[in-house]
């Protein structure tokens, strides 16, 4: 199932043209700069701010077109905005009630005590909006959005105004959703971090609008694209955990293109996790290494190159069918000889688990 | 106090009451328009509905008399369909009073609307609200600091005008004669003491109300007069 929009913004600064397909399922990231428009798409997907020739459908159902507009109350919709936006006059409790009053029998299928366990504001629930903390305020927004019974779920920039440390309270809670629910997820940021956590689908805005879509895998690691170039450039693949090292407290983790070992033994057996390397991370060697310290070393082909700057280059790598970015000196690449379709061995420094 | 003077106290009462009461079935809606349209000429309409505020009472009396009156235009027509002309009747006062403390209603409610602003009634349109389900659950709630303000004021506004219930009135005693033309008859009459019961009344009711209105917006911050 998917979903198309086809919408023109002509708002303040900026003047957006989108055509997209974004696939029903998963969470797909709105990604790109403050003020590039992706916030108004998301506003205008939900029926907030009508544009005319705007063109919406979910599945086979039509939200908007030449002839109709379905505003926003009749749509399947759940929206979380970057304030919280608690109504004040009630408390937690009544508050997540609010939706789910106006929400019929039949198209229920999160209940309330489903939405307050998934973000763990069991304690909250008689309290007033005015004594919570931002972070706390946001979970409860977001289980408020999610006691409706969304069929699509909206979210706008939900951590921008937190701290650090909230961001961190919030996190793990979007996972879950993530992990549990079969919503779809619309997630606007400009934080490449939480899209690195949360995403698996990535549409990625620039200044002149929307630039390109695809799996986050790809769009990551393609070096056509600005996110290559960055200093954290980074690659992500989902992999999952086969086996223990007992000896050494290690856990083996299993994707497509090999065993990856890491250390620490928190994680259970067949769990899925996610995982991120550093382009700085990987280095290329010709021969396979035996005595290194390095104990994730992967047979790969380098797919492309591109120079960073004066003395850096960019290696997509192709390890088993799993794209990776190094990020090495043009002196190594000039000493290795490396050029699109050498066979090398990628060594892994260090991989970063993303729950 | 004789029973004339309570005659015309229980007549003010009446006519504050219901004047409060249409004022916020009219100004309701008004006030909501004016907070949220973006209508390039909504100045206009805000300076008619706070025309009475700089306006002499008589001069808004008189007009509503010529209109009113058997030979206005109103009243003329009003004839002309069988019914009987407002001018000097309780119905003609409260059209009076209506208009005279219009502004006192939708001044505090439109600000009210106002700083309830968009984003809760966006939140609540996506929470399946319907707009007058989202208007009576998240908006009024909200603007509720507001809606005592206004009650208050056009309460008390309406008890305490002269000019216009003189001009449309016609201070006929047990039928349109309010509290402040019977103050204004005892002065003329030398009696004082009478005055002075009536005057005392109205200062202490008057000021009782104000403690109320700056005391909940105190606690609110919402309203400022």
Redesign the interface.
């Known amino acids: 199932m998917n979903m198309q929009a086809r919408f023109h913004i002509r708002q303040g600064g900026f003047n957006l043209h989108a055509d997209l397909k974004i696939p029903a399922r998963g969470v797909t990231a709105l990604f790109g700069p403050s003020g590039c428009g992706k916030s108004s798409l998301l506003r205008a997907i939900a029926g907030l701010d009508r544009h005319t020739d705007g063109y919406f459908k979910f599945g086979a159902e039509i939200w908007q077109d030449q002839q109709q507009f379905l505003p926003p109350h009749k749509r399947p919709l759940g929206f979380v905005f970057q304030e919280a936006s608690l109504f004040p006059h009630l408390n937690v409790r009544r508050n997540l009630e609010y939706g789910v009053k106006r929400t019929p029998t039949s198209a229920r299928f999160i209940s309330l005590e489903k939405a307050v366990s998934l973000l763990g504001i069991q304690n909250l629930m008689e309290r007033s909006p005015g004594t919570l903390s931002g972070g706390e305020k946001q979970r409860v927004a977001i289980a408020r959005a999610l006691a409706v019974s969304p069929r699509l779920l909206l979210m706008d920039e939900p951590l921008a105004a937190l701290d650090q440390a909230r961001k961190q309270e919030i996190l793990p809670y979007l996972e879950t959703l993530h992990d549990e629910l079969q919503i779809p997820i619309l997630y606007v940021s400009h934080t490449l971090e939480e899209i690195a956590r949360l995403a698996d689908h990535l549409i990625l805005f620039g200044t002149e609008g929307v630039i390109d879509s695809g799996p986050i895998e790809e769009m990551l690691t393609r070096l056509d694209l600005p996110l290559a170039h960055s200093a954290d450039a980074a690659t992500i693949f989902n992999a999952k955990v086969v086996g223990f090292d007992q000896t050494y407290h290690l856990t083996h983790l299993q994707f497509d293109g090999g065993e990856l070992t890491v250390p620490g033994m928190s994680l259970q057996l067949h769990q899925p996790v996610r995982v991120r390397i550093a382009a700085r991370d990987i280095s290329l060697t010709l021969q396979r290494q035996s005595s290194t310290s390095i104990q994730n070393i992967f047979a790969a082909s380098v797919a492309e190159m591109m120079a960073e700057g004066d003395s850096q280059v960019t290696v997509r790598l192709n390890v088993g069918g799993v794209p990776a970015l190094a990020r090495v000196t043009q002196k190594s690449a000039a000493e290795l000889e490396l050029a699109p379709g050498c066979s090398v061995f990628a060594q892994v420094k260090s991989a970063v688990l993303l729950g | 106090m004789n029973d004339a003077d309570l005659t015309a106290l229980g007549i003010t009462l009446q006519l504050a009451a219901i004047t409060t009461l249409t004022l916020l079935v009219i100004g309701t809606p008004l006030a909501w328009w004016l907070a949220r349209s973006k209508w390039r000429f909504k100045f206009v309409v805000e300076a008619l509905v706070a025309m009475p505020l700089v306006l002499p009472p008589t001069v808004l009396g008189f007009y509503l008399l010529m209109a009113l009156g058997p030979n206005g235009p109103i009243g003329g027509w009003m004839q002309a369909m069988g019914g009987q002309p407002l001018a000097f009747t309780f119905t003609g006062l409260v059209l009076g009073s209506v208009i005279y403390s219009l502004p006192f209603v939708v001044q505090p409610l439109q600000d009210a609307f106002s700083a309830v602003g968009r984003?809760?009634l966006?939140?609540?349109?996506?929470?399946?609200?319907?707009?007058l389900?989202?208007f009576f659950?998240?908006a009024v709630?909200?603007a509720?600091p507001g809606f005592l303000t206004a009650i208050v004021l056009g309460f008390a506004h309406t008890i305490g005008e002269f000019g216009v219930v003189l001009m449309i009135g016609g201070n006929i005693p047990g039928k349109t004669q309010v509290v402040s033309i019977a103050i204004y008859d005892h002065v003329e009459g030398m009696e004082y003491a009478n005055a002075h019961w009536l005057s005392a009344g109205l200062l202490v009711m008057s000021f009782c109300l104000l403690v109320l209105v700056y005391g909940l917006n105190r606690k609110f911050r919402v309203v400022k007069l």
């Open positions: 984003q809760p966006e939140v609540a349109s996506t929470l399946r609200a319907s707009p389900d989202r659950s998240v709630p909200l509720a």
